[in-house]
C-alpha cells in the first residue's frame, strides 16, 4: 500500500508539468516576423526608452503629442511590454576579468579585483535592467489579396513597422535592430523561460539543443536537421496544476494580475504607466489597447445618449443615480467631440506579471504590490484560477483573454491613452564601460563608456559641483577605473595637487610636482621620439618636419612669458632657436633627429640654457628676450632648464602644478599640455582621457587667457585623437567670468556627457540655463547628498547615487575622519610589524 501511495503521489506530481512545447502559441520564426500555431503573424519591435520623468513639462507636452501621433498609425490591436530582471554584468565582469590577465602592476589588479567585487555586490541588490517592446499583429490590408503570400504578410508588417519606428524617433525613442531571427528567439527566450535565460545566453541553449539533435542516432548528416523553434525558446518545465494561486515555470513562481478598469481615474498624469514599470525587479508589464471601429462606437454613442437623456429627465436632480447618469452623459459628448475631431476610440488593459523564487516571496511581493497600487488609486485583482490563460496572455504575441480583457478594459480617446507614454525608464548600460552607480530613479545600474562614438559625439565630460559635494572624489574614481581598463590616464591638478598623490602611488602611476622650485622636469624644448605606427599606416607618410612644429610650439611658449613680445623679436627668437638645435645637429631633415649611436632614439636634446645663450649671442636686439629667460636658466625658476628626469610612459600621470604662483601657471600648463598632447597625439587608435582638476582655477576671471585658449583647445581637438576631456569645477560664476564666458560655455558645449553634483541656489540656477534643466531638477540639485549628481546624457538626464569599493575610497577620499582613521590604521599595522 505504501509503494502504491507513492506511484499515485508520483503520478499525479507528474501529471501537472505539461510538454512546454504544446504549451508555446508560438510555430515558428521566419525572417523576423513570428509564426503562431493559429496562424497569425506577429512583429516585435524592441524601443530605447527615455528618462522622460525629468523632462520639462513643455518636453513632456511635445513627447505625449507625438505619442499620440504614433498611437494613431498602430495597427487595430497592440501589445505594450516591459520586462524587468537583474542587470545582467556578465560581460563587464568578464572584461575587467580579462584586463587582470595581462595587468602587470599589483596594486592595479588588487582595484581591479575590488572592481568586480563592487559589481557583483551592487547588482545583486539594486540592479535592475528593463527592456521594451511593442508587439502588434498582420491584419487584413486594403489592396492585398484576400490568401497573401507569406512575403506579402512580412512587407506589409515592415511598412507598418517603418513607419511606428519614424513617428516614435519625434519622441525621442529609437527601435533597436532585431536583426535576424535568433534576435528575435532571444527576446523569446528572455520572456518564456525567465529562470533558464538568467542562467545561460540564448547561444547557449541554442548549441546545446544543436548538440542533441547531432548526437541522436536518427541523425542523418545528409540531411540538414529540423530543429523546432520551442526547443530553443521553450522552459524546461511548466507546472499549472499545483495551485490556482500561481504558475511554476521551471524553478520560478509566477503569479498575475490585472488593473481593474473601473479603478482608473478619469484624468491621468503623463507618463503614469511608470508606477507600474519602475515596480522592481521580476514585475513584468503588459499594456494592451485595442482600437474599435468608429461608425459602430459612434452608433452606439448616439443610442446611448439618447437613452440617457431620457432617463434623466425622469429623475430627481437630488439623486444619487441623476449624478452618475449626468457623469455618463457628460463622458459621452466627451467621447463624441473627440471622435468627430479624428481621434480613435480605444481600450486599454494592464496585466501584471509578478515572479518569485519562492511561495513566500511572491505572496510578499504581491502583497506589497497591492497595497502601494491602492495609494495610487489603482485596485489590482489577482487572476486566481485563471493563471495558465494570463500567462499566455503576457507572451509577446498579442492575443488577450477575452474574460480577463473584459474585467481589465477600460475605454479612452487615443489622446487621454497618450498619456501612458510607456517608454520612460532610461538606462545607462555601455558595452565596455566603467560602473558609476546606480540611477536613483528605477534602481538600474549606470554603466557608461563616453569613449562609444556611435553614442555620444564626443567622450567629454563636464562634472560640476560646490565645494564639498565630491567632485574630485568623483573624478579620481573614474580616472582610476579608466586606468584599470588600460586607457591612458593624464591628470593635470592646478589646485591642491596633493589630494591625487595617495591614488596616483597606489595604483603604480608616476607623480610629476610642477613648481619653480621642484627637483622633477620635462624639458619644453624637447623633440619627442613619437609611437606613430598607426599614424603612417592611415595616413601615411605626411612629410612635415617636425622641427617646424617644434619651433611654432616654442614660439608660443615665449608668447606666455612676453606678454608684449614685438615682431622683431619673433625673428630673432626663430633665429635663435634654429641656431640652438643646429648646434646639436637638428635640422628641418627629420633624419637629423636620429641619434647615430642609438637609431631607436633622438639625439640628445637642447635645454632653455642653450637658448639663453645664442640669444646672447644675437647681441642688444635680443637683449629683453635675454633678461626674461634668465630667470629660467639662472634665477629662482631655474629647475625648468634642465633635461626630462621623470619617466612619462607610465599610464596613469599626474601632474600637479598647484604651487605655480598666478604668473607661472601658464608656463607650467604649456609644459604639461605641450607634453601629453604629445602623447594624445601619437595614436589615434587608443583611448586615453586629460582629466583637469578645479578648471576654474584655470579659465576663472583672474586666469590666464592663455592658460584658459588651452583647455578649450584640449576639449575642441581632443576627440580626433581617439581621446576624452574630463574637467571639474566649482565656483560657477567664476567658470563663466573670463571673457563673458566664452571659455566655460566653449567646454560644456564640448562636453556631451555632464554630471552635476549638489550646488547652491544661485550656481544651480545658473547652469539650469546652460543644461535646460527643469525647476525640479533645480530643486533636486540644491538637496544633493554627497555621492548624488545629475547625469546628462545626449538628451538623457539620470539621477544617480556613484558607488566606489573600500580600496577606491581609502585611496581618494579627503575626509578628515576618513584620513585620520587611515593614519590610526596605519599607526598600528608599524607598531604590529615593530613588535
Not at 463624441?336 to 476610440?345: L, M, Q
Not at 511581493?365 to 497600487?373: A, G, P, S
Not at 641619434?595 to 637683449?623: C, F, T, V
Not at 525647476?775 to 539621477?799: P, Y
Request: hydrophobic share 35%; with cysteine.
Amino acid at each position: 500500500m505504501l509503494n502504491q501511495s507513492k506511484k499515485e503521489k508520483a503520478k499525479k506530481t507528474m501529471m501537472t508539468i505539461q510538454s512546454t512545447q504544446s504549451f508555446s502559441p508560438i510555430q515558428d520564426v521566419s525572417e523576423g516576423i513570428i509564426i503562431t500555431k493559429d496562424r497569425r503573424f506577429i512583429k516585435i519591435l524592441e524601443i530605447s526608452p527615455i528618462n522622460f520623468l525629468l523632462r520639462s513639462e513643455d518636453e513632456k507636452r511635445d513627447i505625449i503629442a507625438n505619442f499620440d501621433a504614433t498611437l494613431r498609425i498602430m495597427p487595430v490591436t497592440i501589445q505594450f511590454k516591459v520586462i524587468s530582471r537583474k542587470t545582467d554584468v556578465t560581460r563587464l565582469i568578464k572584461g575587467i576579468e580579462k584586463d587582470i590577465e595581462t595587468e602587470q602592476n599589483k596594486n592595479c589588479r588588487t582595484l581591479q579585483k575590488e572592481q568586480i567585487d563592487l559589481i557583483k555586490s551592487v547588482s545583486s541588490k539594486e540592479g535592475v535592467s528593463r527592456r521594451f517592446f511593442i508587439i502588434f499583429e498582420y491584419s487584413e490590408s486594403v489592396g492585398l489579396k484576400k490568401t497573401p503570400s507569406f512575403y506579402e504578410i512580412k512587407a506589409d508588417l515592415d511598412t507598418t513597422a517603418l513607419r511606428i519606428q519614424n513617428m516614435l524617433f519625434r519622441c525621442g525613442n529609437e527601435v533597436m535592430p532585431l536583426e535576424n531571427d535568433e534576435d528575435i528567439c532571444e527576446v523569446l527566450y528572455t520572456i518564456m523561460a525567465k529562470s533558464e535565460s538568467e542562467k545561460k545566453p540564448f547561444e547557449t541553449r541554442m548549441n546545446e539543443v544543436i548538440s542533441k539533435y547531432l548526437a541522436d542516432e536518427n541523425y542523418d548528416p545528409d540531411k540538414e536537421a529540423y530543429v523546432p523553434i520551442n526547443d530553443y525558446i521553450a522552459p524546461l518545465s511548466i507546472d499549472t496544476k499545483t495551485s490556482p494561486k500561481y504558475i511554476k515555470i521551471d524553478d520560478v513562481y509566477y503569479s498575475f494580475g490585472y488593473i481593474q478598469g473601473k479603478s482608473y481615474g478619469e484624468s491621468a498624469v503623463a507618463g503614469w504607466l511608470s508606477m507600474l514599470i519602475n515596480l522592481g525587479e521580476g514585475i513584468d508589464v503588459d499594456f494592451f489597447v485595442h482600437k474599435e471601429n468608429i461608425a459602430i462606437v459612434t452608433q452606439k454613442l448616439q443610442y446611448a445618449l439618447r437613452y440617457n437623456k431620457v432617463k434623466a429627465r425622469g429623475m430627481e436632480d437630488t439623486s444619487t443615480d441623476f449624478d452618475d447618469i449626468s457623469s455618463a452623459i457628460r463622458s459621452g459628448y466627451y467621447l463624441k467631440a473627440g471622435i468627430a475631431s479624428g481621434e480613435d476610440f480605444c481600450y486599454m488593459s494592464t496585466l501584471l506579471t509578478i515572479t518569485a523564487h519562492s511561495i513566500d516571496e511572491l505572496e510578499w511581493k504581491t502583497n506589497e504590490i497591492k497595497t502601494y497600487l491602492i495609494g495610487q488609486g489603482l485596485k489590482l485583482k489577482l487572476c486566481w484560477f485563471m493563471q495558465e490563460e494570463a500567462f499566455k496572455m503576457s507572451l509577446p504575441v498579442c492575443q488577450f483573454n477575452s474574460q480577463i480583457f473584459k474585467n481589465s478594459k477600460r475605454n479612452l480617446l487615443s489622446s487621454s491613452l497618450a498619456a501612458a507614454y510607456p517608454f520612460v525608464a532610461y538606462e545607462v548600460n555601455d558595452e565596455n564601460g566603467i560602473l558609476y552607480g546606480i540611477n536613483k530613479a528605477n534602481n538600474s545600474l549606470v554603466i557608461l563608456n563616453n569613449f562609444d562614438s556611435r553614442k555620444y559625439k564626443n567622450a567629454n565630460i563636464a562634472i560640476l559641483g560646490t565645494t564639498g559635494a565630491g567632485k574630485t572624489y568623483t573624478l579620481q574614481c573614474m580616472a582610476l577605473r579608466m586606468r584599470s581598463q588600460k586607457k591612458q590616464v593624464f591628470i593635470i591638478a592646478p589646485d591642491k595637487g596633493h589630494e591625487f598623490k595617495r591614488a596616483c602611488d597606489g595604483i603604480g602611476g608616476q607623480y610629476v610636482k610642477i613648481s619653480a622650485g621642484s627637483s622633477q622636469n620635462i624639458n619644453v624644448m624637447e623633440i619627442r621620439k613619437k609611437d606613430d605606427e598607426a599614424s603612417l599606416l592611415i595616413d601615411g607618410d605626411s612629410k612635415v618636419a617636425i622641427l617646424t612644429n617644434k619651433i611654432q610650439q616654442l614660439h608660443t611658449f615665449f608668447t606666455l612669458l612676453i606678454r608684449d613680445i614685438t615682431n622683431e623679436e619673433r625673428q630673432l627668437l626663430d633665429e635663435a632657436l634654429v641656431e640652438t638645435y643646429a648646434e646639436f645637429g637638428i635640422t628641418i631633415d627629420n633624419d637629423s633627429l636620429i641619434d647615430p649611436q642609438n637609431p631607436s632614439k633622438y639625439k640628445q636634446m637642447p635645454i632653455l640654457g642653450d637658448l639663453h645663450r645664442h640669444l646672447h649671442n644675437l647681441g642688444p636686439r635680443a637683449e629683453r628676450l635675454y633678461n626674461i629667460l634668465s630667470r629660467y636658466v639662472t634665477g629662482s625658476a631655474s629647475s625648468f632648464n634642465g633635461h626630462t628626469n621623470v619617466n612619462l610612459d607610465n599610464q596613469y600621470i599626474v601632474f600637479d602644478i598647484s604651487d605655480l604662483t598666478e604668473e607661472m601657471l601658464p608656463i607650467g600648463m604649456f609644459i604639461v599640455v605641450d607634453y601629453v598632447w604629445d602623447k594624445v597625439r601619437e595614436d589615434r587608435t587608443k583611448e586615453k582621457a586629460i582629466f583637469l582638476d578645479e578648471l576654474w582655477t584655470l579659465i576663472g576671471a583672474n586666469a590666464s587667457e592663455e592658460a584658459a585658449k588651452f583647455v578649450l583647445r584640449i576639449f575642441k581637438v581632443i576627440r580626433a585623437y581617439g581621446g576624452s576631456a574630463i574637467a571639474s569645477t566649482q565656483d560657477l560664476n567664476d567658470f563663466f567670468a573670463l571673457k563673458d564666458g566664452a571659455y566655460g560655455k566653449g567646454i560644456i558645449n564640448n562636453s556631451k556627457i555632464k554630471m552635476v553634483l549638489q550646488l547652491e541656489q544661485e550656481e544651480a540656477l545658473r547652469v539650469s540655463e546652460t543644461l535646460n534643466l527643469s525647476e525640479s531638477e533645480v530643486q533636486q540639485i540644491t538637496h544633493f547628498q554627497k555621492g548624488e549628481s545629475l547625469l546628462t546624457a545626449n538628451s538623457n538626464h539620470i539621477l544617480i547615487k556613484f558607488k566606489s569599493s573600500k580600496h577606491e575610497h581609502d585611496l581618494v577620499t579627503t575626509d578628515r575622519e576618513d584620513l585620520a582613521k587611515q593614519v590610526e590604521e596605519k599607526r598600528k599595522a608599524l607598531q604590529r610589524k615593530n613588535n
